[in-house]
C-alpha cells in the first residue's frame, strides 16, 4: 500500500464497501459492456445483421475485462470509451465490428450514471429503512418515559423520550418518501447519438422512426428501467443529478439534525451515543467520552448539503445540446455525495441502535423544572380547599421568583415546593403538592401519539421492506 500519495477519506474511513463497489471501475466499465450487449441484442431484433454468435461472444466476455488493454489503448487513444471498444473487441474479435454500433460516448457514459445512481439509490434506500427500523425500536422502548421538553434549548412542557424519537422519525420519512419517489421516475438516456436527434439510428434502420423509438424502449426494459428520455440533447438532462443530490442532501439533513439533539443530550448526560470499552474520547482529558461518531455525521452531513450545489450549477452551466464542463465535476460530486451519504446512514444506525440512557438524571432534570410548570395545577387544587386565587397567584409568583433565584444565583435546588407548604394560605401538604407533580400529568398524548404513529406511518414502510430492517453495518474508525 502507496502511503506517499493521496487517498480518499470516503475508501479509507467514511462509505461502505458495498458503496465504494458501486462507485469503482470495475461497476462502471461491467455496466458499459451490458449496455453494449443490450444495444447489440435490440439493434438485432430490429432487424440489424447482428448475429446470435456475435451476441453469445459479447455476453460470454461481459465480465472477464482486459484491463492492461484498455489501458495501453487509453494512452493512445486519450479517449476512455473508444480504448474500452477496443479492448473489448480483441476479446470478440467475431463481434468488434458491431459494438458501440450507432451509438455516442454518451451511450455507455451517461446510461451508466443513471444505472449507477439508481443503484446506489436502491443501497441507501436499504440503510434509511434499517434507520428508520432503529429509531422506532428506541421509540417504541420510551414512548412513556417522561422527558423534560426544550423550545429554544430552555426548559418547556415535558414531553416523552419516545415522542422526541418520533420528530427524527418524520424527518426520515419525509426523506423515505422522496427517495421512493425519486427511484421510481429514474430514465435512462438511451441511444439517441451525438445531439440527440438519432440520426445515425435513423440511417441504420433506413429511415424506419418507428425502429428508433422501438430501440429505445428495448433498451430501457433490457437495462430493467421502464422508460428513457424522450428527448435529450447528448446527454439526458443534467438536472437529474440535482434532483438525485437533493434527494441526498435531504437525508443529511435529518441526520444532522438528530446528531445535533444527541449532543446536546449528551452534554446533559440523558442520553449518549455508544463509546467501546477501549475508546479513548481526548488525548489529553482521559476521562471524556467525546460524541465523536455524532460530531461526524454532523460533519459528512455538512459536506453533502453544500455539495448538491455542485449538480445545480453543472445542470444550470450545460450550452445547447452538449459540454463537457460537466465532466470533471460530476464524477466527482455526484459519487461523493453517494459516498458520504453512505457514511452518514451507517453511523445513524450505530449510533441510534445502541443508544445509552440515563433514567435517573432525566427524572432529575424534569422534577427540578417540574415545579414551576405545576403551579397552575398547584394553585387550582388551594382554590378548592378555599383559598382566594388572586391572592395565591400573587404568592407563587413571589414563592417561584424566590426558588429561581436560589437555584440560578446561589446554585441550589428547586424549594418551590417547600416554600409553597409552608405557606399556609395555600393548605396544602407537601405530599399533596408532590402529588400534584406526577410527571404523567404534563406530557398529554406523547405516548399516544407515539404509538399511533409508530403503528400508522412507520409500520406500513418497515412492513414494506421487511428484507432491511436489521442490516448490520461496520464503523471503520
Known amino acids: 500500500m502507496s502511503e506517499n500519495s493521496y487517498k480518499s477519506p470516503f475508501g479509507e474511513r467514511y462509505a461502505s464497501r458495498e458503496m465504494q463497489y458501486i462507485y469503482s471501475p470495475d461497476f462502471k466499465f461491467k455496466t458499459w459492456r451490458r449496455l453494449w450487449i443490450a444495444l447489440a441484442e435490440a439493434e438485432q431484433e430490429l432487424g440489424l445483421d447482428i448475429t446470435d454468435e456475435q451476441i453469445a461472444e459479447l455476453r460470454a466476455n461481459a465480465e472477464n475485462i482486459n484491463y492492461d488493454a484498455a489501458h495501453e489503448y487509453e494512452k493512445k487513444f486519450r479517449h476512455d470509451v473508444m480504448s474500452h471498444v477496443h479492448a473489448y473487441g480483441d476479446q470478440c474479435p467475431n463481434a468488434r465490428g458491431i459494438i458501440?454500433?450507432?451509438?455516442?460516448?454518451?451511450?455507455?457514459?451517461?446510461?451508466?450514471?443513471?444505472?449507477?445512481?439508481?443503484?446506489?439509490?436502491?443501497?441507501?434506500?436499504?440503510?434509511?429503512?434499517?434507520?428508520?427500523?432503529?429509531?422506532?425500536?428506541?421509540?417504541?422502548?420510551?414512548?412513556?418515559?417522561?422527558?423534560?421538553?426544550?423550545?429554544?434549548?430552555?426548559?418547556?412542557?415535558?414531553?416523552?423520550?419516545?415522542?422526541?424519537?418520533?420528530?427524527?422519525?418524520?424527518?426520515?420519512?419525509?426523506?423515505?418518501?422522496?427517495?421512493?419517489?425519486?427511484?421510481d421516475s429514474m430514465w435512462l438516456l438511451g441511444s439517441k447519438g451525438t445531439t440527440g436527434t438519432q440520426a445515425s439510428f435513423l440511417e441504420l434502420f433506413n429511415g424506419d422512426h418507428e425502429k428508433c423509438k422501438e430501440l429505445d424502449r428495448k433498451i430501457a426494459e433490457k437495462m430493467g428501467f421502464e422508460k428513457c428520455f424522450p428527448v435529450s440533447g447528448q446527454t439526458y438532462a443534467r438536472k437529474l443529478d440535482t434532483i438525485v443530490c437533493n434527494c441526498l442532501a435531504l437525508i443529511a439533513q435529518s441526520c444532522c439534525k438528530f446528531s445535533n439533539d444527541l449532543r446536546l443530550l449528551q452534554n446533559l448526560k440523558?442520553?449518549?451515543?455508544?463509546?467501546?470499552?477501549?475508546?479513548i474520547g481526548s488525548s489529553a482529558m482521559a476521562y471524556k467520552r467525546n460524541p465523536m461518531r455524532s460530531e461526524r455525521i454532523a460533519s459528512l452531513a455538512r459536506y453533502v448539503m453544500v455539495d448538491s450545489l455542485n449538480p445545480a450549477w453543472t445542470a444550470s452551466a450545460q450550452w445547447f445540446e452538449r459540454t463537457l464542463d460537466d465532466s470533471a465535476n460530476k464524477r466527482i460530486s455526484v459519487a461523493e455525495a453517494f459516498l458520504a451519504t453512505d457514511g452518514i446512514l451507517d453511523l445513524y444506525i450505530n449510533v441510534t441502535s445502541s443508544l445509552v440512557v440515563y433514567p435517573?438524571?432525566?427524572?432529575?432534570?424534569?422534577?427540578a423544572e417540574l415545579p414551576f410548570m405545576a403551579t397552575e395545577n398547584i394553585m387550582m387544587s388551594a382554590v378548592k380547599k378555599g383559598g382566594d386565587r388572586q391572592e395565591l397567584h400573587e404568592k407563587i409568583r413571589q414563592h417561584s421568583m424566590a426558588a429561581a433565584q436560589i437555584v440560578k444565583a446561589e446554585g441550589g435546588k428547586n424549594d418551590l415546593v417547600d416554600r409553597i407548604a409552608a405557606d399556609s394560605a395555600f393548605g396544602m401538604t407537601k405530599e399533596e403538592i408532590l402529588h400534584e407533580l406526577r410527571p404523567e400529568n404534563f406530557i398529554g398524548r406523547a405516548p399516544q401519539q407515539t404509538a399511533e404513529f409508530l403503528a400508522e406511518v412507520i409500520k406500513p414502510i418497515l412492513d414494506e421492506n421487511k428484507d432491511y430492517t436489521d442490516i448490520k453495518v461496520e464503523i471503520n474508525v
Open 100 to 183: 458501440h454500433l450507432g451509438a455516442t460516448s454518451c451511450y455507455v457514459g451517461d446510461n451508466t450514471d443513471v444505472i449507477t445512481m439508481k443503484t446506489a439509490l436502491e443501497l441507501i434506500k436499504k440503510k434509511l429503512v434499517a434507520a428508520l427500523a432503529s429509531v422506532a425500536n428506541f421509540a417504541e422502548k420510551y414512548k412513556d418515559m417522561p422527558c423534560l421538553g426544550y423550545t429554544h434549548f430552555q426548559p418547556a412542557q415535558p414531553t416523552t423520550l419516545g415522542k422526541r424519537a418520533t420528530l427524527w422519525l418524520m424527518d426520515l420519512v419525509l426523506d423515505y418518501n422522496e427517495l421512493v419517489h425519486t427511484i
Open 270 to 279: 440523558e442520553v449518549e451515543e455508544p463509546f467501546e470499552k477501549n475508546q
Open 360 to 367: 435517573k438524571v432525566i427524572n432529575a432534570h424534569l422534577m
